[in-house]
């Protein structure tokens, strides 16, 4: 029912910044909880950020806080991940997805809708 497509992405040095932008189409997001997830080659996909139904709190893996914000514009049907002082670290593939709940989960499962992804690489 809901699509979502990331865009954003791209090749930045060390210290540098994108912003993320999950487009939704097919519904509205309103009713869910939006996360971001990245997966590294070799590696696990993981947790990045998440915003809750009502925007009323967020979440963020320890790697990242101070340097990651998320939002969302239900108005516009998006969510975003600005991204500061990118490490090499960073470099993943970045994806969103939407969860049919009030709270944020960090779990990948939790997640009924995905998108593509897209690729985030940090040089040093």
């Known amino acids: 029912q809901v699509q979502l497509v990331e865009s954003g992405g791209g090749w930045v040095q060390a210290g540098g910044s994108l912003r993320l932008s999950c487009a939704a189409s097919g519904g509205t997001i309103s009713r869910y909880s939006m996360g971001w997830f990245r997966q590294a080659p070799g590696k696990e996909r993981e947790f990045v950020a998440g915003i809750s139904w009502f925007s009323g709190s967020t979440a963020f893996v320890d790697s990242v806080k101070g340097r990651f914000t998320i939002s969302r514009d239900n108005g516009k049907n998006a969510v975003y991940l600005q991204m500061n002082s990118l490490k090499p670290e960073d470099t993943a593939v970045y994806s969103c997805?939407?969860?049919?709940?009030?709270?944020?989960?960090?779990?990948?499962?939790?997640?009924?809708?995905w998108g593509q992804g897209t690729q985030v690489t940090v040089s040093s």
């Open positions: 997805a939407a969860a049919m709940s009030v709270a944020i989960s960090e779990r990948a499962a939790a997640y009924r809708y």
